[in-house]
């Protein structure tokens, strides 16, 4: 509604957005004869009653939830046969629902195959400081220091149409590997394009590279005293001058720098140096290691490092050991740790033997599964070993004592003063290194000393620095004895069941807690909490078997009320996001039941989604990092503060970001083939699994024959129990695109849980052709 009124003399134009109220209340006024600014003030005490005036309506998303800042996007594209990169390559990122033509949203590559391009990524905005104005004067306010500037990523993946002369082209999803906040832009993946007669299809993949270190030398490798020796390494490389540095570290020459040396090969880069033995009074042996460092091309896994052994020799007679160790050394980086054990012992069995070679014979057979060898040369290392480096050596040889089964001699050599009843917890974890604490808890706990391991709980608990790993777990693993022992002493004590039941939850011993958490419920003085915990446990175990469980312990109805803080006052909304999240994935299954529908409940309840989705990312944006500026005394303050804010604090909230946009879009255009895939994608990284197979069904076209559409397929197929589909998927989409690294990684898991074991190694080989090292797949553990 458009009125002039008169203000003070100057007709101004005002437009406000009224309700049915303000209307009836100029009507009135009007009626009473007030007319003019009188008027105007009637209109704004009835909106004061109804709430905030604004120019505009409160409609369209959440501040906070949406970019709106236009940034800088990173890329680069290679070819997937040579590796080489993509010259004059065009790339599009979807803006708005659109693959513009021209652009700040197009780019074209450069000689080394990167891109350069803008999106909305987030939000960059800044205001004026007056406090920060005030503090100082006029060279502050010149220089910029009374501006605070915000700083938000939001974006974690784009969809981006690459095309190419000669190849195929790419359209899809493109993680973000680098948020930079300061700089305000992000950086994508590597985009891989294969040539047009090529086998597969053009992809994506943040552990694609195309540099390594293919092969470090010294030579000699045993030289003699003030010899010149050689640095060299050799590099796979197809950019002919690749922006690298490569840095040599070691215990006699300190920190080198190699340098470029020309060579006609193809595909190889040389880097070399020279430097100088030493004379040392005996014969000596270090570790060099070379390292890629600085790089702007993707590194290919395990390429980045290499090392190799330099060793001077005094005495003839020593040789033939250097020899040997030089053996040793080479069987152990080849992770041949069975003949590099033998060799070790044979090292060590000379008189010539240092310490260094008595801990890598501790380190070869612990690897090769030989404790007792591994136990008895830390024994040695211990007496070897210089003051300075002794804590560290009794750590390793109370570990290894350990894991050889003999905890009761770790007690008997490290555990007097620890061990000693009436010993102050403060006293023992100024005694010894938290590592050397767990390993004497964790021998008390198996010996059956219950107190001895609580007492060292007790001293790790008053350390201030971050535990270890084996000093976490130690702790979860006296509170289920001490549990276990007060429950069994009290079977019809609810609360100690359920004390016990909830440490088994939180060492993930769904099975075990599932039967207390049921035991603790059917007692007459159970709490209603304890039925909900019964059935997390059996939700875990059922996700730990198939992917998804029907049975959840939330209704929609009790996740509502969870988003709602009622304790006396006036109801409010909680500030918990894992409450919002919960309720945005009830209502994603039951809105996705039929997800094109834009009236009736499934809209209403599309639009109850976002509101949760909204408050779930804005409740979860990780930590910001403040840069309070240059503060120069008398000047003030000569440089902005500013604030950066990049990712979120859980990885269920950058998937909440993505499933919000996603729905946006749908919002818009229900048939959205990349909104769909989107949120279909992200609810299988979410374990949703049933809600991703309904809205993966239809609207995909061509699609479906996708590499990524079926690999996600497969995906979802295992998630669900159907084993045998899926592994017919991922073999599907290993033939499409032998370069897909994570179906290869995916089908070498399966492969091996279902007892394979040749064609997942297989598997994993085809990965280390085009992706370099990779860890073999544990049986049982979820990766």
């Given at each position: 509604m458009d009125?002039?009124?008169?203000?003070?003399?100057?007709?101004?134009?005002?437009?406000?957005?009224?309700?049915?109220?303000?209307?009836?209340?100029l009507a009135l006024a009007r009626a009473e004869g007030i007319t003019g600014p009188r008027s105007l003030w009637t209109i704004l005490i009835a909106m004061a009653a109804l709430g905030p005036v604004c120019a505009n309506p409160p409609s369209g998303p959440r501040p906070g939830t949406v970019p709106t800042s236009w940034g800088r996007v990173n890329g680069s594209v290679y070819d997937a046969s040579t590796g080489a990169p993509i010259v004059d390559a065009r790339v599009v990122c979807r803006q708005d629902r659109v693959f513009a033509e021209t652009g700040k949203t197009t780019a074209t590559t450069d000689a080394r195959g990167a891109y350069r391009l803008a999106a909305m990524i987030g939000r960059a905005s800044e205001n004026f400081d007056l406090g920060r104005a005030l503090s100082g004067g006029i060279a502050g306010l010149i220089a910029g220091g009374a501006t605070n500037k915000t700083r938000r990523i939001d974006v974690v993946q784009q969809i981006l149409r690459v095309t190419a002369t000669g190849y195929k082209t790419?359209?899809?999803?493109?993680?973000?590997?680098?948020?930079d906040p300061n700089g305000f832009s992000v950086t994508h993946a590597p985009?891989?394009?294969?040539?047009?007669?090529?086998?597969?299809?053009?992809?994506?993949?943040?552990?694609?590279?195309?540099?390594a270190l293919t092969d470090v030398a010294i030579q000699p490798s045993i030289a003699e005293p003030g010899q010149v020796v050689e640095l060299a390494v050799a590099i796979r490389c197809p950019i002919a001058d690749p922006p690298l540095d490569v840095v040599a570290r070691s215990e006699w020459w300190g920190s080198r720098r190699l340098k470029r040396v020309p060579t006609a090969e193809s595909g190889l880069v040389r880097y070399s140096g020279t430097v100088r033995a030493p004379k040392p009074g005996s014969s000596g042996v270090t570790i060099v290691t070379f390292r890629l460092e600085k790089s702007d091309v993707p590194l290919i896994a395990g390429g980045a490092e290499a090392s190799a052994m330099a060793q001077v020799v005094v005495d003839p007679s020593d040789r033939q050991t250097a020899r040997a160790r030089a053996g040793a050394y080479a069987a152990m980086t080849s992770c041949n740790y069975v003949e590099a054990t033998a060799l070790w012992q044979s090292v060590c069995s000379s008189?010539?033997?240092?310490?260094?070679?008595?801990?890598?014979?501790?380190?070869?057979s612990a690897s090769s599964g030989a404790y007792g060898v591994s136990a008895d040369a830390w024994a040695r290392a211990v007496d070897l070993a210089p003051k300075k480096l002794r804590p560290s050596a009794t750590t390793r040889h109370a570990e290894a004592l350990l894991q050889a089964g003999n905890p009761s001699a770790a007690l008997a050599r490290y555990g007097s003063t620890v061990m000693s009843p009436g010993a102050d917890p403060d006293k023992i974890a100024r005694a010894e290194p938290p590592e050397m604490l767990a390993a004497l808890g964790w021998?008390?706990?198996?010996?059956?000393?219950?107190?001895?391991?609580?007492?060292?709980?007790?001293?790790l608990d008053a350390l201030p620095q971050r535990l270890p790993e084996t000093a976490n777990a130690l702790r979860a693993a006296v509170r289920v004895e001490e549990t276990r022992i007060a429950a069994e002493g009290a079977p019809t004590n609810a609360a100690l069941q359920a004390a016990y039941g909830r440490a088994l939850l939180d060492t993930q011993r769904w099975e075990e807690a599932q039967v207390v958490m049921q035991r603790a419920t059917a007692l007459p003085s159970a709490l209603p909490s304890f039925g909900r915990d019964a059935a997390y446990a059996a939700e875990r175990l059922q996700d730990d078997r198939i992917g998804e469980s029907d049975t959840r312990p939330w209704t929609l109805d009790e996740a509502r009320e969870q988003t709602v803080i009622s304790d006396g006052e006036k109801p409010r909304k909680s500030s918990d996001f894992w409450a919002w999240h919960r309720l945005a994935m009830l209502l994603m299954r039951e809105m996705m039941k039929d997800p094109t529908v834009t009236t009736g409940d499934t809209a209403r309840l599309r639009s109850e989604c976002i509101q949760a989705l909204e408050e779930a990312v804005l409740l979860s944006r990780a930590g910001g990092s403040v840069n309070e500026g240059l503060y120069a005394g008398y000047f003030g303050f000569l440089s902005p503060r500013v604030v950066s804010i990049a990712g979120y604090a859980y990885p269920e909230a950058a998937a909440d970001f993505i499933l919000l946009s996603a729905l946006?879009?749908?919002s818009a255009d229900a048939e959205d083939p990349y909104a769909r895939f989107c949120i279909a994608e992200t609810l299988t990284d979410l374990r949703e699994y049933g809600t991703a197979q309904q809205l993966l069904a239809g609207h995909y076209g061509d699609w479906s024959q996708k590499p990524d559409y079926l690999f996600l397929e497969a995906r979802i197929s295992l998630g669900l129990g159907r084993r045998d589909a899926g592994l017919e998927q991922l073999r599907r989409v290993v033939a499409l695109n032998p370069r897909s690294g994570p179906a290869s990684l995916l089908l070498g898991r399966v492969l091996m849980e279902n007892g394979d074991g040749i064609g997942s190694g297989r598997a994993l080989a085809e990965y280390a052709d085009y992706y370099g090292a990779v860890e073999p797949p544990t049986v049982g553990v979820k990766q």
């Open positions: 009125r002039n009124y008169p203000i003070l003399g100057p007709v101004v134009n005002v437009r406000f957005h009224v309700s049915g109220l303000a209307e009836r209340a790419f359209e899809g999803l493109v993680p973000c590997v680098l948020l985009i891989i394009l294969v040539p047009e007669r090529g086998v597969g299809s053009s992809f994506t993949d943040p552990d694609w590279g195309i540099a008189g010539a033997a240092e310490l260094r070679d008595w801990i890598a014979l501790a380190q070869c021998s008390a706990l198996i010996t059956g000393d219950l107190p001895g391991a609580i007492r060292v709980r007790d001293a946006r879009d749908i």
